[in-house]
C-alpha cells in the first residue's frame, strides 16, 4: 500500500535554527499538507499546498514558516527561526483529491526546539 | 466554521468490554466524516469514513454512523482488545475531499487484560 514518507523521524534543533521536514508524498496525490500535534493536544491544520502553491494556511502558519516542493517529490517544511513551542510532532500528508477518500497521513517528525 | 467534539478521556476498559466514544459535529456545509487512530509512537492512520447521512463506516470491529440528524459519528467496537489501546480521532472535511481535516481533541483508549 502506498505511503507518505517522512524524514527525520525525530529532529532536535537550538532554539533560532531553521529545520527543514521533508516529506515524500505518494507518487499520484496532487494536494499536500502539513499539521502538526503539540504533545498531548489536537492535531492541528497549519498548510495546504495545490499546484505549486499555497491554497490555505492557518493563523499559526506565520511568516517563519515555508513550504515548497522543490523537485516533483520531496514536500518541505521549513521554519526559519525555531523557538520552543513550536515543539511538536509534524505530520506530512496527501490526498488525490477526487472525492472525500480521506487523507494518508505520514508517520510524522518529532521536532524538539531546546 | 467547523468544530469536532468528543468525549473526554482517557477511557479505560477491559477485554472484550463494549466500547463507545461519542463524537459531534458542527459544519457549515455537508461534511465527509472521519474517524483516526493513533497507535503509541505512531503517526495517525485513517480507520472509517462515512461520506453522508445513514453511512456506516466499519473497519477492524469498528463502526460509526453517519447521523445527520444528530450531527454525530460515534464509534463503537462491540469487544475490544489491547490491542486496541490508542488514541481515537474523529475528524471532517467539507467540499471535494481535498479541503483540510478539522479533528477532535482526540479520545485516549487504554484496554487492561
Known amino acids: 500500500e502506498p505511503e507518505v514518507t517522512q524524514t527525520p523521524s525525530h529532529q532536535v534543533t537550538q532554539m533560532g535554527q531553521e529545520v527543514i521536514l521533508r516529506c515524500v508524498p505518494i507518487s499520484n496525490h496532487l494536494y499536500f499538507y502539513w499539521y502538526r500535534q503539540i504533545l498531548g493536544q489536537k492535531v492541528e491544520f497549519l498548510v495546504s499546498?495545490?499546484?505549486?502553491?499555497?491554497?490555505?494556511k492557518s493563523e499559526i502558519f506565520d511568516d517563519q514558516f515555508s513550504v515548497e516542493r522543490p523537485d516533483g517529490s520531496n514536500f518541505t517544511l521549513k521554519i526559519r527561526s525555531t523557538k520552543l513551542e513550536d515543539s511538536a510532532m509534524y505530520f506530512c500528508?496527501?490526498?488525490?483529491?477526487?472525492?472525500?477518500?480521506?487523507?494518508?497521513f505520514g508517520s510524522g517528525t518529532r521536532l524538539t526546539v531546546v | 466554521g467547523n468544530s469536532v467534539t468528543q468525549m473526554e478521556g482517557p477511557v479505560t476498559l477491559s477485554e472484550e468490554a463494549f466500547l463507545t466514544i461519542n463524537c459531534t459535529y458542527t459544519a457549515t456545509g455537508y461534511p465527509s466524516l472521519f474517524w483516526y487512530v493513533q497507535y503509541p509512537g505512531e503517526g495517525l492512520q485513517l480507520l472509517l469514513k462515512a461520506t453522508k447521512a445513514d453511512d456506516k463506516g466499519s473497519n477492524k470491529g469498528f463502526e460509526a454512523t453517519y447521523r445527520k440528524e444528530t450531527t454525530s459519528f460515534h464509534l463503537e467496537k462491540g469487544s475490544v482488545q489491547v490491542s486496541d489501546s490508542a488514541v481515537y480521532f474523529c475528524?471532517?472535511?467539507?467540499?471535494?475531499?481535498?479541503?483540510?481535516?478539522?479533528f477532535g481533541t482526540g479520545t485516549k483508549l487504554q484496554v487492561i487484560p
Open positions: 475528524a471532517l472535511t467539507e467540499g471535494g475531499g481535498y479541503q483540510k481535516v478539522t
Open positions: 500528508a496527501s490526498t488525490l483529491g477526487q472525492g472525500p477518500t480521506g487523507y494518508t
Open positions: 499546498f495545490y499546484n505549486n502553491e499555497i491554497s490555505e
